[in-house]
């Protein structure tokens, strides 16, 4: 027994550095997990969509849960918006789902200046939603503009985007705190 659990360990860091490898083979962020360990990280280069810091955010239209479309700039508004890009099978977008709720429930942010965007169907964002009893509105890029037009293909990614419609910023991450001060003033610019 006590060499099996040497070579767990062992396992596990082999399997990182081969995940990583093809991480920065294929230019992606790749989190692995086994069960009973933490959530390893290994960072590659991952290409970032064309949503930039000092754009303006793309207007386009989404669905939303009750199948009417909206469009971007009438959801942002004039308050500024966290927008989330989930894949809804993701550990790491669960992950950046739930941080953004505790961030609703702490009073940092309000649940109408959050929302999801997903590529799912509206029967996978209603699952996600209550499965993790998320307050805030999902919609569905039911076009793939979002991927198409500005390579979001990557998740969990957010976006905070001003009231001016600016993008503030864009990050692959589904780990740190949320930095009220700093978050408030992005959305008010």
């Keep these: 027994m006590p060499a099996r659990r040497t070579l767990r360990p062992a396992l596990f860091l082999v ?4 995940v990583g490898t093809a991480g920065v083979l294929t230019g992606r962020l790749i989190r692995t997990r086994v069960a009973g360990a ?8 991952v ?4 949503l930039r810091a000092g ?48 961030a609703i429930e702490e009073g940092v ?7 999801a965007i997903t590529y799912q169907s509206h029967e996978a964002m209603a699952m996600f939603r209550e499965e993790h009893g ?20 990557r998740f969990p990614l957010e976006v ?7 993008v503030h910023s864009t990050r692959f991450d589904s780990a740190s705190p949320v930095d009220a001060e700093r978050l408030q003033g992005q959305l008010t610019d």
């Design 38 to 45: 933490p959530t390893a990280t290994v960072t590659a280069r």
């Design 134 to 153: 998320l307050v805030y509105r999902f919609f569905q890029d039911a076009d793939l503009a979002f991927h198409r037009g500005f390579e979001v293909n």
């Design 109 to 115: 942010i309000g649940a109408d200046q959050v929302m």
């Design 55 to 102: 754009d303006v955010f793309p207007d386009l239209p989404l669905v939303n849960d009750t199948g009417e479309a909206e469009r971007t700039a009438a959801l942002i508004g004039g308050t500024g918006m966290v927008v989330l890009f989930l894949d809804l099978e993701c550990p790491p977008c669960a992950d950046t789902a739930l941080r953004w709720q505790r």
């Design 15 to 18: 399997l990182v550095f081969v």
């Design 160 to 166: 905070i985007v001003g009231a001016s419609g600016l």
């Design 47 to 50: 290409p970032m969509p064309l």
